[in-house]
């Protein structure tokens, strides 16, 4: 479906896309590994059809995943920038720039982690 999109075949691309979620929730280990991905595809996939509506709640159930699951604090933002968008369009925009400011301040949280590894890793 991911290739759909990219190639803008919207369509296709959503049917397939809403398909792999179905079938992601249904043999699912964990979300982060099956549903993550799938909503993720299919969310874009509305989103660039202007079905901001429809994509928002994915984006929720995706930030919801990451936020349980996640074990790496890069992940978020990856996850918060998108519903952010969504909400931006929906004129949501208290919401959007909360989640915008809790991005900003995860990936600083990450790069001042990597300049101490890195840091930590010259030194020895």
């Not at 792999?20 to 993550?36: G, K």
């Not at 299919?42 to 984006?59: F, K, N, S, V, W």
Request: no cysteine.
């Amino acid at each position: 479906a991911a290739v759909l999109v990219a190639l803008d075949r919207l369509g296709e691309a959503g049917v397939h896309a809403a398909e792999s979620l179905a079938i992601a929730r249904r043999v699912a280990t964990t979300h982060r590994d099956e549903v993550l991905p799938a909503a993720g595809v299919l969310a874009e996939t509305l989103e660039r059809q202007g079905r901001y509506l429809d994509a928002e709640p994915l984006r929720r159930e995706a930030l919801d995943i990451g936020r349980r699951h996640s074990t790496h604090s890069a992940t978020l933002p990856r996850l918060l920038d998108p519903l952010a968008r969504v909400l931006l369009e929906l004129g949501q925009a208290a919401e959007a720039t909360a989640l915008a400011r809790e991005s900003v301040e995860l990936s600083r949280t990450e790069i001042e982690s990597l300049r101490s590894l890195s840091a930590a890793i010259s030194s020895l």
